[in-house]
């Protein structure tokens, strides 16, 4: 057990697509985030202390016309690599259990 798994302030603790730069390199499971507060809320990161970074301008400006330049072949290839690579699948099913434990737990609580 790592301390990070129990102080998830500012984020969820998740499992991710790891591997080298590009789709076709990940070919591993690591441990990501899922930011509930800040300014990357809902987004996916690899540190918790990501979320509450500053934002750089440059490359949010740059991001924002790249999607919105082809936003439909964008969607298709996400979802090729959603339906389509065993390991996305994986990282599906694995979260999906997180999510169910979470549950169980909160109403354990109660």
Same mark, same amino acid.
């Given at each position: 057990?790592?301390?990070?798994?129990?102080?998830?302030?500012?984020?969820?603790?998740?499992?991710?697509?790891?591997?080298?730069?590009?789709?076709?390199?990940?070919?591993?499971?690591?441990?990501?985030?899922?930011?509930? +507060? &800040?300014?990357? /809320?809902?987004?996916?990161?690899? #540190?918790?202390?990501?979320?509450? !970074?500053?934002?750089?301008?440059? =490359? $949010?400006?740059?991001?924002?016309?790249?999607?919105?330049?082809?936003?439909?072949?964008?969607?298709?290839?996400?979802?090729?690599?959603?339906?389509? +690579? &065993?390991?996305? /699948?994986?990282?599906?099913?694995? #979260?999906?259990?997180?999510?169910? !434990?979470?549950?169980?737990?909160? =109403? $354990?609580?109660?």
């Amino acid at each position: 057990m790592k301390i990070v798994e129990f102080i998830t302030e500012g984020g969820k603790f998740i499992l991710g697509r790891a591997g080298k730069p590009g789709g076709s390199h990940k070919g591993k499971i690591s441990r990501k985030f899922r930011c509930t +507060s &800040g300014p990357r /809320r809902g987004r996916i990161v690899a #540190n918790i202390a990501t979320c509450h !970074a500053p934002i750089k301008a440059s =490359a $949010k400006k740059t991001m924002t016309v790249t999607r919105a330049r082809r936003p439909a072949q964008t969607a298709f290839k996400s979802k090729m690599t959603k339906k389509g +690579s &065993g390991i996305s /699948r994986a990282v599906s099913t694995y #979260n999906k259990g997180l999510v169910r !434990a979470r549950q169980v737990k909160k =109403a $354990k609580k109660k």
